[in-house]
């Protein structure tokens, strides 16, 4: 899997003051790290798994229900006035609770890049949408519905479509919703 964060998701971790540490990636997931300061002063440097199927957005929003306050304090707690870690009880909940704010409007941010309207008024999104010639590709567009999505990808210059005649059913946008894309690979296989 080859992923990249966009201009725009770039700009909103900046603006957020998120730092972009690395991204790594292998066959099925990407592993974005970034890095931020809560206001108590712990590094917060976190890693967001997408996988072959999520948006950044999506992933981002799993990594903020993710997090657990009170595991995060019970990891502090005994350490107390040691290396940094604030001494009072308040502060480390204060705090996690800070962290926990923090990225929950990553996440927000980040989805609302995506909740834009169209001349129409239209609401678009973005759609990972799998390529049914590749084992594992997948290509991210911009549409208003799940087909005009898969129309977008089967004629995108980036993924053109190989010759030959393909039929399958079995492809899901988003990891949640099953779209048949059998008439659609066969219309551009009569092309």
């Keep these: 899997m080859q992923f990249e964060l966009t201009e725009r998701e770039l700009e909103v971790l900046e603006k957020l003051d998120w730092r972009l540490v690395d991204i790594t990636n292998d066959d099925r997931m990407a592993y974005v790290e970034i890095e931020n300061w ?27 229900e993710y997090f657990d306050k009170d595991e995060h304090v019970e990891l502090y707690v005994n350490m107390r006035g040691k290396r940094g870690v604030p ?34 008024g239209m609401t678009v999104k973005e759609y990972r949408v799998p390529l049914v010639w590749q084992m594992y590709g997948s290509v991210l567009v911009e549409a208003k519905n799940e087909d005009e999505a898969i129309r977008k990808a089967l004629h995108s210059p980036n993924m053109p479509l190989p010759e030959g005649t393909y039929v399958d059913d079995s492809a899901d946008i988003d990891d949640s919703i099953g779209i048949e894309v059998t008439r659609v690979l066969s219309e551009k296989a009569d092309e």
Excluded at 38 to 64: H, M, N, Y
Excluded at 91 to 117: K, S
């Design 38 to 64: 809560s206001p108590a002063g712990e590094d917060l440097c976190e890693t967001i798994a997408v996988d072959q199927w999520d948006t950044f957005a999506t992933a981002t929003r799993k990594w903020a």
């Design 87 to 120: 001494s009072s009880i308040r502060e480390l909940v204060d705090d996690a609770e800070a962290i926990q704010a923090m990225f929950y409007d990553l996440a927000d941010a980040i989805e609302a890049l995506y909740d834009e309207r169209d001349e129409d």
